[in-house]
């Protein structure tokens, strides 16, 4: 235990007692902490702990103990300024996300586009979502207190609000996703079928240029901005976008198209949800000859067309079985809009698993609707309001009862059955024509999409942005960005170990280190899942963990740390390639190749000589300074005499 002599501090009022040993020296100054009640004595027992030593020349003030340090760290730092660190502090996430970046790069990308202390920032901020999925920068501090960060503690609200409005700008923010889309595509995201969704959010700040009024989802008579979020099929975000809330879909849509066709990424195609399913978007996407898979939203007349024929021959029915799957299909060409006249392949399909679980809450949801309005009935409400949902569904009907008329809510069975035969149907529209089980394999990639997708609404406020003017909300949009990245990474390597992206977050996040004598160690307890996790990534979590100690160890000792960046040696996609017959790349050492012969004749047609001095030369008997040139060997002096003639009259003495 160490003690400050150099500071003074004052003595604390509570729980504290002055006790002078009995040698006479300083008073010491204890802090008392009640214990545990204790069973075998039936009493609870205050334990004692050294705060301080009294000061000499002041008897109201003490030199603190570095146990004050840890009791009072809100003291402490009045006092010295310094920050004290806690006694425990998680380093799991910190340590995954070493070993992500050791993969992904995206750290390295941060630091070469912000410079390291921002890059530091986003990188926390994006550690805090995918913790705690929320984008309230005022609980950031208290929630990431015991948290290891790539900075040195955790930021406040405020310091953020200034990070995102006034260090991150929107140029830096296109470099950062121009290198992003660059490196997928040298990584092998070169000609995809791409996962794109576009939401909008309500804007409540002030002063963001990109907010005005438009479709909101919310239904609120408020400005909004939208923004689109492309993946691939696998669910690795390639890029983001914001536009103004009054675009539609299909022309965001171009600027996201555009945007990576610059970067080199070529699209075989997209695959999009039921916001663009409209007749001006098809004909958007047409225009550009990009083929599309889109879910079709309520029931235009292709799709009416098509359930009116197949709709109930398909059910169950193995003759329409799409194999490797659960689901029946039915399909036919046709126009789906009837003010767009193209004529696309429309796919019925029908998922009985689906269907079963939707019926069972519609009639749970329809039960309930009943008894409340028969309850309203009995409590003297005449002809109550049947919500639009039930509408087909539920009658009133009056009954005579003893003379009287009484209003009653009952089923309607028709109504009821046209929507139960509904359950389990959807149809998907495909520009190219395409068996249902490619159509149906295509779309299932937009599970890791929209998976992705929910979690990065969640992590930027649910549908609620707070940050004011337009480029704190484009800056907290790319942190999002990259939170879903890591996301994506870390739920690649559940998936390979048949865990979930939850749990795995969850185990990795208990692993905690402990402060003891000043500095922080770490017991090596974790479990095989998450050394397993760490290898999946292609990481050793035994060295990164270590790493992550002697980093908070650094930092307590004054040190600057050195934080892990990617592997060395050349990127894909770069110039420093070589390939053998099957194509596999092959590094190479720079230089001549071994075997390599050169030619005999220079490139200005002379023959070429040997290196060094050619043979049957002679020196010049002149130095370049003009002295005459002497011969090699030992110079004369007096270091050096001539062997003299006369025999050496040393005895040598036989042993």
């Not at 194509?583 to 002379?606: A, F, W």
């Amino acid at each position: 235990m160490a003690v400050f002599w150099t500071y003074k501090v004052a003595i604390p009022k509570d729980h504290v007692t002055i006790e002078r040993q009995k040698d006479g020296k300083p008073a010491r100054i204890k802090y008392v902490i009640v214990a545990p009640y204790n069973r075998e004595k039936g009493y609870a027992e205050p334990k004692r702990t050294l705060i301080g030593y009294q000061c000499m020349d002041d008897p109201k003030m003490m030199h603190p103990t570095t146990q004050y340090r840890e009791i009072f760290p809100d003291l402490w730092k009045n006092v010295t300024g310094e920050t004290v660190m806690p006694t425990t502090k998680r380093i799991g996430l910190f340590s995954l996300c070493q070993a992500l970046n050791q993969k992904t790069g995206i750290k390295d990308l941060l630091d070469a586009t912000y410079g390291p202390a921002v890059a530091n920032g986003i990188m926390d901020y994006a550690i805090f979502s995918i913790r705690h999925h929320s984008d309230s920068t005022f609980s950031f501090e208290n929630s990431m207190k015991d948290e290891m960060l790539y900075s040195e503690t955790a930021r406040s609200d405020s310091w953020y609000s200034s990070l995102f409005e006034h260090q991150m700008s929107k140029a830096q923010a296109l470099q950062f996703r121009k290198d992003w889309a660059i490196q997928c595509k040298n990584e092998g995201v070169e000609e995809v079928w791409l996962c794109i969704d576009g939401s909008n959010d309500d804007c409540k700040a002030q002063g963001v240029e990109l907010a005005e009024k438009g479709n909101s989802k919310s239904g609120k008579n408020v400005k909004n901005v939208n923004f689109t979020y492309a993946v691939t099929e696998s669910g690795l975000p390639v890029t983001f976008d914001l536009y103004q809330g009054g675009i539609v879909d299909a022309k965001a849509l171009k600027k996201v198209v555009d945007f990576l066709s610059e970067c080199g990424i070529r699209l075989r195609g997209v695959i999009l949800d039921r916001g663009y399913c409209d007749g001006p978007s098809l004909r958007y996407l047409n225009s550009l000859c990009l083929p599309y898979i889109i879910m079709v939203k309520g029931c235009p007349d292709g799709v009416v067309n098509i359930t009116n024929e197949y709709g109930a021959k398909i059910r169950l029915n193995a003759e329409y079985l799409v194999e490797g799957t659960h689901l029946f299909s039915a399909q036919q060409e046709g126009q789906l809009f009837s003010n767009y006249k193209h004529l696309d392949t429309i796919t019925l399909f029908y998922d009985y698993q689906n269907g079963g679980e939707r019926i069972s809450t519609l009639l749970d949801s329809l039960y309930k609707m009943l008894d409340k309005l028969n309850a309203g009935i009995r409590q003297g409400e005449f002809n109550p309001k049947i919500p639009k949902k039930y509408e087909t569904m539920i009658d009133i009907t009056e009954e005579s009862i003893h003379g009287e008329k009484e209003q009653k809510a009952v089923i309607n069975r028709k109504g009821l059955q046209a929507s139960l035969d509904s359950k389990g149907l959807y149809a998907i529209v495909s520009s190219e024509k395409m068996t249902p089980t490619e159509i149906h394999h295509k779309y299932v990639a937009r599970n890791a999409s929209e998976k992705q997708f929910m979690f990065v609404k969640t992590q930027l406020g649910y549908g609620t942005a707070r940050i004011y003017y337009t480029n704190g909300v484009y800056s907290k949009f790319l942190v999002g960005f990259v939170a879903a990245v890591l996301r994506y990474e870390i739920e690649s390597a559940s998936l390979t170990l048949d865990r979930s992206t939850t749990q795995m977050i969850r185990e990795v996040d208990l692993l905690e280190m402990q402060k003891i004598n000043d500095f922080y160690t770490y017991t090596h307890a974790e479990k095989n899942i998450v050394s397993d996790l760490f290898s999946s990534l292609g990481a050793d979590a035994l060295a990164l963990l270590n790493e992550s100690v002697k980093i908070e160890n650094d930092r307590l000792a004054g040190k600057a740390p050195v934080l892990r960046h990617r592997k060395p040696g050349p990127k894909k996609g770069s110039h420093h390639k070589n390939y053998d017959a099957d194509g596999n790349v092959i590094h190479m050492k720079p230089g001549v190749k071994p075997g390599t012969k050169r030619s005999d004749v220079n490139k200005d047609g002379t023959s070429r000589k040997k290196p060094g001095v050619q043979t049957g030369s002679t020196r010049s008997k002149y130095n370049k300074d003009g002295s005459l040139r002497k011969k090699p060997g030992p110079k004369p002096g007096p270091h050096h005499k001539p062997k003299s003639a006369e025999p050496s009259t040393k005895l040598v003495q036989k042993t």
